[in-house]
């Protein structure tokens, strides 16, 4: 009977994840030059000050070759109303004479024959996410300081709403709800194995392109297809694509009408932290 209770209790959480995560987070494309600043703060504290793995700058921002070729989102957190993660999608780059994608540098010879396609690319219906950076006080559990995204398993309670447990994924989803606008099918991202295996399980049917190389732990590179996950995704991953969704379109309803953002005053963040 314990055991019933037990998968009872997990069955009505998975049902009511997306509500726990509209109570307490907001995902926010960047659609303005501050957003994506905001962004680049957020890439620095994680990437540069925190982890080590880039220089520091003394304007406090991350920022690389990508960045003007690249559409950028956000992870805001309603409780402490601050921005706490970010995400990007990089569009093909042209690289000499073809079209490139970050992954293209890490992994080299790695990748299967046929990754990227040079057709998709060319069509610009391909793109990489990339540079995915959470605060520290959003990650979940202590031993994982030191690491950039640590994930769930599958054993550990919703209980703790404010560090909801799904949100590498729902900036994953961010992503590709903007690909989706911008008639981009075909996703890479360069992950740790227990992220891609856990979206999987959740719909997610990633695609294994190449074999894992040594990028700051383990990685390997992978293939979302947009369609094919709205239409496959599970019962709990559906309506938190639709929750997200909602949030992309309004703010960039906001935007394009010209009206106010909640959280901005005369083009700067209300917030606005020097980490």
Same mark, same amino acid.
């Given at each position: 009977m314990p055991a019933i209770s037990?998968?009872?209790?997990?069955?009505?959480? %998975?049902?009511?994840?997306?509500?726990?995560?509209?109570?307490?987070?907001?995902?926010?494309?960047?659609?303005?030059?501050?957003?994506?600043a905001e962004a680049q703060r957020i890439r620095h504290n994680v990437y540069c000050e925190e982890l080590g793995w880039e220089p520091e700058k003394k304007d406090g921002r991350e920022r690389d070759e990508y960045d003007p070729h690249a559409i950028h989102c956000l992870l805001r957190s309603q409780s402490r109303d601050m921005f706490i993660g970010c995400i990007r999608l990089v569009l093909p780059t042209e690289k000499?004479?073809?079209?490139?994608?970050?992954?293209?540098?890490?992994?080299?010879?790695?990748? %299967?024959?046929?990754?990227?396609?040079?057709?998709?690319?060319?069509?610009?219906?391909?793109?990489?996410?990339?540079?995915?950076?959470?605060?520290?006080?959003?990650?979940?559990?202590?031993?994982d300081q030191g690491r950039n995204i640590p994930f769930p398993e599958e054993k550990q309670a919703l209980s703790d709403r404010r560090k909801f447990?799904?949100?590498?994924?729902?900036?994953?989803?961010g992503m590709m709800e903007l690909?989706?606008?911008?008639?981009?099918?075909?996703? %890479?991202?360069?992950?740790?194995p227990l992220l891609a295996r856990h979206f999987s399980r959740l719909g997610g049917d990633l695609q294994l392109v190449g074999e894992g190389v040594e990028h700051r732990g383990l990685r390997?590179? %992978?293939?979302?297809?947009?369609?094919?996950?709205?239409?496959?995704?599970?019962?709990?991953l559906k309506p938190l694509i639709?929750?997200?969704?909602?949030?992309?379109?309004?703010?960039?309803?906001l935007k394009e009408k010209n009206q106010p953002i909640p959280?901005?005053?005369?083009?700067?963040?209300?917030?606005?932290?020097?980490f």
């Amino acid at each position: 009977m314990p055991a019933i209770s037990s998968q009872l209790r997990k069955a009505v959480e %998975y049902a009511t994840l997306h509500k726990h995560f509209q109570q307490f987070f907001k995902v926010v494309p960047a659609v303005t030059d501050e957003l994506i600043a905001e962004a680049q703060r957020i890439r620095h504290n994680v990437y540069c000050e925190e982890l080590g793995w880039e220089p520091e700058k003394k304007d406090g921002r991350e920022r690389d070759e990508y960045d003007p070729h690249a559409i950028h989102c956000l992870l805001r957190s309603q409780s402490r109303d601050m921005f706490i993660g970010c995400i990007r999608l990089v569009l093909p780059t042209e690289k000499g004479v073809d079209l490139h994608l970050p992954m293209q540098n890490s992994c080299g010879d790695k990748l %299967y024959p046929g990754h990227p396609d040079p057709v998709s690319m060319a069509n610009r219906e391909v793109a990489e996410v990339w540079r995915l950076a959470i605060i520290k006080e959003f990650r979940r559990r202590r031993q994982d300081q030191g690491r950039n995204i640590p994930f769930p398993e599958e054993k550990q309670a919703l209980s703790d709403r404010r560090k909801f447990p799904y949100i590498p994924v729902a900036l994953y989803l961010g992503m590709m709800e903007l690909a989706s606008q911008n008639n981009i099918n075909t996703l %890479y991202f360069m992950t740790e194995p227990l992220l891609a295996r856990h979206f999987s399980r959740l719909g997610g049917d990633l695609q294994l392109v190449g074999e894992g190389v040594e990028h700051r732990g383990l990685r390997k590179p %992978y293939l979302m297809d947009v369609n094919q996950v709205r239409r496959k995704a599970s019962f709990a991953l559906k309506p938190l694509i639709k929750v997200i969704r909602n949030d992309i379109e309004h703010y960039k309803k906001l935007k394009e009408k010209n009206q106010p953002i909640p959280f901005m005053e005369d083009g700067k963040l209300k917030d606005f932290r020097d980490f």
